[in-house]
């Protein structure tokens, strides 16, 4: 159940996953977008990639720097499908993402509102705005599907 | 004052953060060390790469990924100048660093001792073993030093 119409990016960002998913890697993806426009899209690629930072999130805004020629992402925001884990928080505040939008909560890694809650500290030196829950019921039926076929 | 002779994996680190600085960067290093050898070295780098990930533990963690072929760093210790943030602490959990050598605590940004405490959550996947203080008058007294003359 999907309680209000999933916006486009979020879609995106699905989308992502499901391409995660199709590699062999948990499926969580990420759009950023500024101004209506998609920057760049991501997608976790952990295994693949050899490289433990490859998250949806880190991918996403790693290119947008890129794009954009500055390691600041001033005006954008991150979509996601899964709440971020601390290394993904604290790369969207070193980004200095300006609003996050996350699908399924993440009881068991998240560090938004859960666990670390990395933007809850004093040291936490930017924080953006928070909008949660937007497409969680494909977010989580993406994993449970994936989690249960490797059973 | 450094209570104990400085182990050369922190002064290889310490090298690098003094290259940051050359560079214009805030000046922090890192080391990733398996086995007694030296495997990658990384240093602060977000300006000039248009990376706001660039931070001296996920270059090292992410040069020693490609070349072990494997996303996990078993068996291996990370060396760093400045406790690591919280993306850099949730990268060293995501990478199964086995032990965490730093150099000067980080009241302000730091996630280890201060502020999210990454590695204390049971969101914490993997927890390494905390070697604090290593070269931390040399550590501090660097990025003393570079902000003084931006000021």
Same mark, same amino acid.
């Given at each position: 159940?999907?309680?209000?119409?999933?916006?486009?990016?979020?879609?995106?960002?699905? &989308?992502? *996953?499901?391409?995660? @998913?199709?590699?062999?890697?948990?499926?969580? /993806? =990420?759009?950023?977008? $500024?101004? +209506?426009? #998609?920057?760049?899209?991501?997608?976790?690629?952990?295994?693949?990639?050899?490289?433990?930072?490859?998250?949806?999130?880190?991918?996403?805004?790693?290119?947008?720097?890129?794009?954009?020629?500055?390691?600041?992402?001033?005006?954008?925001?991150?979509?996601?499908?899964?709440?971020?884990?601390?290394?993904? &928080?604290? *790369?969207?505040?070193? @980004?200095?993402?300006?609003?996050?939008?996350? /699908? =399924?909560?993440?009881? $068991?890694? +998240?560090? #938004?509102?859960?666990?670390?809650?990395?933007?809850?500290?004093?040291?936490?030196?930017?924080?953006?705005?928070?909008?949660?829950?937007?497409?969680?019921?494909?977010?989580?039926?993406?994993?449970?599907?994936?989690?249960?076929?490797?059973?």
């Amino acid at each position: 159940m999907t309680r209000w119409p999933l916006p486009e990016y979020m879609a995106l960002a699905l &989308a992502q *996953a499901r391409e995660a @998913a199709q590699a062999g890697e948990v499926p969580i /993806g =990420a759009v950023v977008v $500024k101004e +209506g426009r #998609v920057l760049a899209q991501g997608r976790n690629g952990p295994r693949e990639r050899h490289d433990p930072t490859s998250h949806a999130e880190i991918e996403a805004i790693r290119a947008a720097a890129r794009i954009l020629g500055n390691e600041r992402l001033e005006g954008c925001e991150l979509w996601v499908t899964l709440e971020p884990c601390a290394m993904c &928080a604290g *790369a969207i505040a070193h @980004a200095r993402i300006a609003r996050l939008y996350y /699908g =399924a909560s993440d009881p $068991k890694g +998240g560090a #938004v509102e859960n666990g670390a809650r990395v933007f809850e500290h004093p040291q936490c030196l930017h924080r953006p705005e928070v909008y949660a829950g937007i497409g969680e019921a494909e977010s989580a039926d993406l994993l449970r599907g994936f989690f249960r076929e490797r059973r």
